[in-house]
Each structure stands twice: as C-alpha cells, then as structure tokens.
C-alpha cells in the first residue's frame, strides 16, 4: 500500500475508534446521571399509610400517583426498589424498607373475603370494596401479580413467609376468584371483565371490545407467573398441597396459552377473541323453509386469534411460556424488525404497521398504541436475558438507558412514555415508578448483581 492509502486507513479507523469511544462515554455519562438523580430521592417512594391505606406502603412518586397504592406499579417499582437497595443501601436501609414493601401487599389483603375480589387501587380516602355485591365477578380486579409481588418480598428475605400466614387465604381466594369467575372454561384462558384499568390502557385487543371477550396475552402471561408463586409460597408456608393444585393449574394454562395463542404463520403469540356465538340447535326460517341452522358441521372451534401485534406478545419470553423455538422467531422476526416494533428508543408498544398505531399523548386512558414505556422495554429486555440474547438485551438496555439519561439531562426527571424515534418525552413529567427498573438493567450490562422479580 501507498503512504497515501495507509494515511487514509489510519484516520479511517481512528475515526471509527472515536466514535465508538464517545458512544461509550455517552453511556457511562447517562448511567451516572441516572443514578445520582434515583439514589438521592428513592425514599420518596415511602408512605407512611393512613384512612384506607392502613400499612406503610409504596407510590410511584410523581404528583399525579401521589398517596395512592396501585397493583401493578406497587410490585415493580419494589423491584427497582431493591435493586437500588443492593447498589447503596445499608442492613438498616434494607429493614426499613421492609415495612414499606410488605404493606403494598397487606394494605390489598386486608380488603380481601371469601369472594376473592381485591381492589386495584387504594386511595386513602376511598372504599376498596364499595362495590354491589351481585357485580363482584363482573368487573376487574387487582391484576394477577399480588402472589408474585408476596413471593418477591419472601424469597427477598430468605424464604419466611410467616408475616403472609393469616392472610394466605385470601391469597388463594383471589386467585380462585379468577380461576372460577375470570376464566374461559373452553380455551382454558383467563379474560378481562371489561377494558376499564387493565394496566396497559388501550391495547386495541380489549379496548372497546364487548365484555368477557379478550384472552389477553398479556393477562394469560401475567397469571401463569401468579400460580408459579403460589407454589412456592404454599411451599414455605409448609403447604405443599396445596402447591401441588395452584402447580396443575399453571401446566394447564401453559398448554391453553400454547394452544391458542402461538400463531404458527406470524411466529408471535397474540390475544384471542372470545367473543362467539353458543353453539345451539335451533330453527331458522329465513330461507323460507325451517332448518337447524348450520347443523352440518357448526363451530368447533373455541376462540378466534386475534393478529394484532402488540408488545405483550413478548411476555412469553417474560414468562418462560415460550419454546426455544419459538423464541428465535420472536427475536428475529419481531424483535429486529423496523417495520414493527423495533426503534430509536426501544420496543413500540404496537407494531407500526397496526392502523391503529398512534403517539398521540392521552392520560385517560394512557396511550400503549405506540409511545415506549420503560417497563415494556425492562420486560422485553427480561425475556430476552432469560433465553440467551444477550446482544439483543444489551442493545435494549442502552436505548432505555439513553432516553431516561438524556431525559433527566435535559428536564430533570423522567416522563410516564416516549415517542419512539426521538425518545422525546410525551406525557406526566415526574413520572418515576417503574421506570426506576432500569436500574436493574444497568447492572446486568455491568456484570453486577442485578435484582429479579420472583
């Protein structure tokens, strides 16, 4: 080679080394920004409870989720919570904390009976069960993560499950509840009573969609880890019986979930519809002569696949529900794809190819048809880890990290969701909760211990 060609290389690669070096420097900037912003004021998590919240309990901390205890949120931002405990807490930061963590769980049980219905919510000043008494299996409950968030806390704390004794029972009623009430017998799925606060507001799979229609993915996924949980705590309760019931249950809905959710022809597991006519004998005369309509050969199928590609198709990673087959498939065909769900800022909530994509801020309900969330991205990321795609997680881990990092730069805090090709926040400024997991996430990219929900 020429001096001039040699020359060229040099600045080349030197330029390529630059670039990969303030790339660099970039992440490790927004990692230090984001921890010092979160470990300053963790503790604004704390409550000390009051009126209907009668334990100490966890908020999400921004104004608007402020003194108010939420099903969900209030087990994944203890997730994140521990993990900022295991980064820079004490023994007397982490008993402290106990109280707090424990009481998200206690303050739902203490409104639980022999019906199993629980709250989703908990306002200090609200009535958790004011509900009429004839509607109680005909509207949504707290989301089924209450046996998991008490597994957490338990397994957290070297397996004692004592402090949940005397209110295990209204564990098992609330997981009876969905079994008897929540639950299509035919498929074998769970479904939503209605779309009113099933977590991730308007997925086109249950929003405005008829009553008791949508087997959700996302809710089967969610169930299927809750009954997982409740082995385990029947376990260290020395009910193992128990255990044994709650274990078949989770085999059973494994097998439905495979049954009716994997598409074979996209690769991707999706909700289902329920929402069919019976199948009866009865006479119709429109033709003009009376027949038992479609006698022939009726329905024999119990639920149509609906193709709607939406993030929580991706919780069967999360949850361990997917072969690994199948799970090359979803990373490959979905996960990479551009087209679908893959962007600037991590996973869009809904493909965008969907019709129904939009970025559109609204609080009421909250947009999912598009915008990133940090707890979709922490749960993809999740799954990912949990199959082996560790250069997958990783590059999902640096975009969340980037957008919280250039959020708390230039604003300050973190926001509820973001659009997906700027990362540029939408909505809820103030927004902490879940977000806080990408602590979690950092400290799988370092190499370093990084808490796991049960």
Not at 28 to 51: A, L, V
Not at 106 to 116: A, E, T
Request: one cysteine or more; aromatic letters at 14%; hydrophobic letters at 35%.
């Amino acid at each position: 080679m020429t001096k001039k060609t040699n020359l060229i290389l040099l600045v080349i690669v030197s330029g390529i080394l630059s670039a990969y070096s303030q790339q660099k420097d970039s992440i490790s900037d927004y990692i230090s920004i984001i921890k010092s912003n979160i470990y300053k004021d963790y503790k604004g998590m704390y409550r000390k409870g009051g009126g209907s919240l009668v334990y100490p309990f966890l908020t999400p901390g921004s104004n608007q989720y402020d003194n108010v205890l939420w099903d969900w949120d209030s087990w994944l931002s203890n997730i994140a919570l521990r993990q900022i405990l295991s980064d820079i807490g004490t023994e007397k930061d982490k008993q402290e904390a106990l109280k707090y963590e424990q009481g998200c769980v206690l303050n739902f049980l203490h409104y639980g009976d022999w019906d199993g219905y629980l709250p989703i919510v908990i306002w200090e000043d609200s009535k958790p069960r004011d509900i009429r008494p004839e509607n109680i299996y005909d509207v949504n409950m707290h989301k089924p993560v209450l046996a998991q968030h008490a597994a957490f806390i338990t397994k957290t704390i070297g397996g004692d499950a004592e402090w949940l004794r005397e209110k295990f029972y209204h564990l098992q009623a609330f997981v009876n509840n969905y079994k008897s009430h929540h639950k299509n017998q035919a498929t074998g799925l769970y479904y939503w009573q209605n779309d009113v606060a099933i977590g991730v507001d308007n997925d086109p799979a249950t929003f405005f969609r008829p009553n008791k229609s949508s087997a959700s993915i996302y809710l089967n996924c969610l169930m299927y880890k809750e009954l997982q949980a409740m082995v385990y705590l029947a376990k260290q309760l020395n009910q193992a019986a128990v255990g044994e019931e709650f274990e078949k249950d989770a085999i059973a809905l494994k097998a439905a979930i495979q049954k009716n959710c994997w598409d074979e022809r996209d690769g991707f597991f999706y909700s289902v519809d329920l929402n069919l006519k019976p199948v009866d004998n009865h006479q119709d005369n429109t033709l003009g002569k009376s027949f038992i309509i479609h006698s022939g050969y009726p329905r024999d199928y119990d639920c149509l696949i609906q193709r709607i590609e939406v993030w929580s198709g991706f919780l069967a990673l999360w949850s361990g529900i997917a072969t690994p087959e199948q799970a090359e498939r979803i990373v490959k065909e979905h996960f990479a794809n551009p087209k679908t769900f893959n962007a600037t800022a991590g996973v869009r909530t809904l493909s965008k190819m969907e019709k129904m994509y939009s970025l559109r801020a609204s609080a009421n309900p909250s947009n999912w048809r598009g915008p990133v969330w940090g707890i979709s991205n922490y749960m993809v990321f999740k799954g990912l880890e949990k199959y082996g795609y560790k250069k997958e997680a990783s590059e999902l881990a640096r975009k969340t990290i980037t957008m919280f990092g250039k959020d708390f730069k230039k604003n300050g805090a973190l926001h509820e969701y973001y659009e997906p090709e700027t990362a540029e926040p939408l909505l809820n400024k103030g927004f902490q909760n879940w977000n806080y997991l990408v602590l979690n996430m950092i400290a799988s990219l370092e190499g370093k211990k990084a808490v796991e929900e049960f």
